[in-house]
């Protein structure tokens, strides 16, 4: 289902837990990390494919969740050609998102990559909001900086962090619009090098951990 332009109607999650930190998957059998997304499917609102997807590609279902805020607009990126099926070219430009900022209810045990007979990731992690763009796919990095900056303000309790790309000296892309507002430790643990002085991480069913997550540079 594209629109006229060419671009496929997608939402994007980005999941926080109660220390502000987002969820960060590893796409399976890839270096390259990434929030959940997905198809907005022929009748669906953007709110009902983003249920659908929360569930498919993190095992989530709607009551583990509550919805903080979502983007105003469509945030477009374009794929390059050598990503797209060779049928597809000259009518497939890329994809149109809403992006929805989500407040984790549940635990992290309740969290599935294994939700479906097709995972999306194979690791997932914990992660300071503003995430490593180095590591995402290069055509939608300026996506996420536009995602994150925009709901970076609805972010629940304590400090707003500050924000990394723009401290770096990148550029933002931030458009202007305003967001929209919505409407027991876990049986696998892992102790990682990351985590601060070695705390454990837990680890739901189907999860693993990357052994040297990619750094915030």
């Given at each position: 289902?594209?629109?006229?332009?060419?671009?496929?109607?997608?939402?994007?999650?980005?999941?926080?837990?109660?220390?502000?930190q987002v969820f960060w998957g590893k796409r399976i059998r890839t270096h390259s990390w990434q929030f959940p997304q997905g198809g907005i499917d022929r009748g669906e609102s953007p709110e009902q494919a983003m249920f659908r997807e929360l569930?498919?590609?993190?095992?989530?279902?709607?009551?583990h969740v509550r919805i903080v805020a979502r983007t105003r607009d469509?945030?477009?990126?374009?794929?390059?050609?050598?990503?797209?099926?060779?049928?597809?070219?000259?009518?497939?430009?890329?994809?149109?998102?809403?992006?929805?900022?989500?407040?984790?209810?549940?635990?992290?045990?309740?969290?599935?990559?294994?939700?479906?007979?097709h995972p999306e990731f194979d690791a997932w992690r914990w992660n300071d909001y503003w995430v490593p763009l180095d590591v995402v796919v290069e055509f939608k990095r300026g996506v996420y900086e536009m995602a994150?900056?925009?709901?970076?303000?609805?972010?629940?309790?304590?400090?707003?962090?500050?924000?990394?790309?723009?401290?770096?000296?990148?550029?933002?892309?931030?458009?202007?619009?305003?967001?929209?507002?919505?409407?027991e430790p876990a049986r696998n643990a892992l102790r990682t090098p990351w985590a601060p002085g070695g705390a454990a991480?837990?680890?739901?069913?189907?999860?693993?951990?990357?052994?040297?997550?990619?750094s915030a540079s």
């Open positions: 289902m594209l629109d006229r332009d060419g671009f496929r109607p997608n939402v994007g999650i980005i999941l926080l837990n109660q220390k502000n569930h498919e590609e993190v095992g989530l279902q709607p009551e469509w945030l477009r990126y374009e794929v390059p050609d050598r990503f797209i099926r060779r049928e597809a070219r000259g009518h497939y430009r890329g994809q149109k998102q809403i992006w929805f900022l989500l407040q984790l209810m549940g635990h992290d045990w309740n969290l599935n990559l294994r939700a479906t007979d994150l900056t925009e709901l970076a303000r609805f972010l629940p309790r304590g400090e707003q962090p500050r924000n990394r790309y723009l401290r770096g000296g990148m550029r933002s892309r931030e458009t202007g619009r305003d967001a929209a507002p919505a409407a991480m837990e680890l739901p069913p189907g999860a693993s951990f990357d052994p040297e997550p990619p």
